[in-house]
């Protein structure tokens, strides 16, 4: 049986921002055996087509083992100082498409769900060179999460986007008239990330190495998603 062993020398920071809206925890060394993790998605992981996971996420995915699951489990707790966190889904990712691919709701900030009580997390199998994750504000309304009674303002950021074609023609790297990019964490291998999935935010994937179907070369991570239940400490 696999065993992803939770690092006892990780280091854990919120990031500073004058937003309180933005809350941001990075976990750097996150795993104690990340090695472990890059060989099961390149020997034993079976990603399946773009869009079999049922969500916009423009690569291959496939579920991560209980065993990943139960030691993100003990990372959210000591994150968020909140017991047993209802753990979703982790999923093993790898970025393929190409930007000509796209449609209008993956050239732009998404959110993971609507509830304050949702969460998701990032943990990259990659460096530097893959780009990393940006927050960005919705200019038209001034929103940052987009939470149940906004829904319909994602739908108004599709077309608005499909209304600047000339910004939006393919992966959001930058500020632009409609989204401007308030926070960036850069990629760092082993690094994990964690923040409300009501949060706007997407993947900076300027690099074209980043859209390698080549796990070993590629922008490879484990996204998570869970919910806490209690309100998580500041």
Request: charged share 25%; with cysteine; net charge negative.
């Amino acid at each position: 049986m696999l065993e992803f062993i939770q690092n006892q020398a990780m280091n854990v920071e919120k990031i500073p921002n004058r937003d309180p809206e933005i809350s941001v925890y990075v976990v750097d060394d996150f795993l104690a055996n990340p090695e472990l993790l890059a060989e099961y998605a390149k020997n034993k992981a079976y990603f399946g087509k773009v869009g079999d996971d049922r969500t916009a996420y423009p690569g291959i995915r496939d579920r991560m083992p209980s065993s990943y699951e139960h030691t993100m489990e003990k990372a959210v707790e000591l994150v968020y100082g909140i017991r047993n966190p209802q753990i979703h889904r982790c999923m093993i990712s790898l970025t393929t498409l190409q930007p000509t691919q796209l449609s209008a709701a993956q050239k732009m900030p998404h959110v993971d769900a609507f509830g304050d009580d949702q969460y998701a997390s990032v943990h990259y199998l990659c460096g530097e060179p893959h780009g990393g994750t940006a927050i960005y504000r919705y200019r038209p309304r001034n929103l940052v999460r987009i939470r149940h009674d906004d829904r319909s303002v994602m739908d108004e950021m599709i077309e608005n986007v499909r209304n600047h074609p000339e910004e939006h023609s393919g992966y959001l790297n930058e500020s632009t008239s409609l989204f401007k990019q308030e926070l960036v964490i850069k990629a760092r291998w082993n690094r994990l990330i964690l923040y409300p999935a009501n949060l706007l935010h997407c993947a900076l994937l300027s690099s074209p190495r980043s859209l390698d179907s080549d796990v070993s070369n590629g922008r490879l991570s484990v996204a998570s998603f869970f919910r806490l239940e209690q309100k998580p400490h500041q």
